[in-house]
């Protein structure tokens, strides 16, 4: 009787910064935080391949949030931010979707967030560009996002609250970070609502990143 060899079934861990922009913690009405604030998506929630975004049944406001994203290219746990820099090359432009008025109900319940981060497709990602083909410097880049032609989101990642290298060093205390994992690092001011119909675009130091329509 032969051993059915199960397949291998690659995860990675999407973890995800809030409030990590000063104008954007304002926008929202929310105290400055003292540290990273940290939630995880699952990874079924990656939408990528400019593949339509369709808006879920469950939400009467779903906003977007764009976003750099930098993906962990070796294993590592209680990484010092000194060190940091050494556990990514590249990076990418990404869309941490929100079903907004699900998150206002969660937030006066005390609940927690999962469900209206982490929902399927909740996760736009572009491709991968090299660091070093864009300056070489992660708090040095400026991305944009166009919702039909109109730019509504304007970022500098020289405005974190948190760098990427401090975010590395604080989620490291709590989980391992494995090959592939992701980390979108917090939203800059101009958030707001889609529509079916529209159309984003993302750019970052001037390249096309994201191409997608809204349904």
């Known amino acids: 009787m032969g051993v059915q060899k199960q397949a291998h079934v690659q995860t990675m861990k999407i973890i995800a910064i809030g409030w990590n922009y000063p104008k954007h ?3 929202l009405e929310q105290p400055v935080p003292t540290e990273p604030t940290v939630f995880c998506k699952p990874d ?62 969660f937030q006066a319940e005390g609940k927690p967030w999962e469900l209206c981060k982490g929902f399927d497709g909740s996760a736009i990602l572009s491709d991968f560009v090299p660091l070093t083909e864009i300056g070489g410097d992660i708090q040095n880049l400026h991305f944009e996002l166009r919702r039909n032609g109109e730019t509504v989101q304007d970022g500098f990642s020289g405005d974190m609250l948190f760098t990427v290298d401090h975010i590395i060093e604080f989620v490291s205390r709590y989980f391992t970070l494995k090959t592939g994992d992701l980390i979108y690092t917090g939203t800059p001011a101009g958030v707001g609502p889609v529509n079916r119909g529209d159309r984003l675009q993302g750019y970052l130091e001037g390249r096309k990143m994201l191409d997608f329509d809204i349904k």
Do not use: W
């Open 25 to 27: 913690t304002n926008e």
């Open 44 to 105: 079924s929630a990656l939408l990528k391949d400019g593949k339509t975004m369709y808006i879920p049944d469950f939400t009467q406001q779903l906003d977007y949030e764009c976003e750099l994203v930098v993906r962990i290219d070796r294993l590592g746990k209680g990484i010092a931010a000194k060190f940091a820099h050494r556990y990514y090359n590249e990076v990418a432009l990404g869309i941490d979707f929100t079903a907004r008025d699900l998150q206002r109900k």
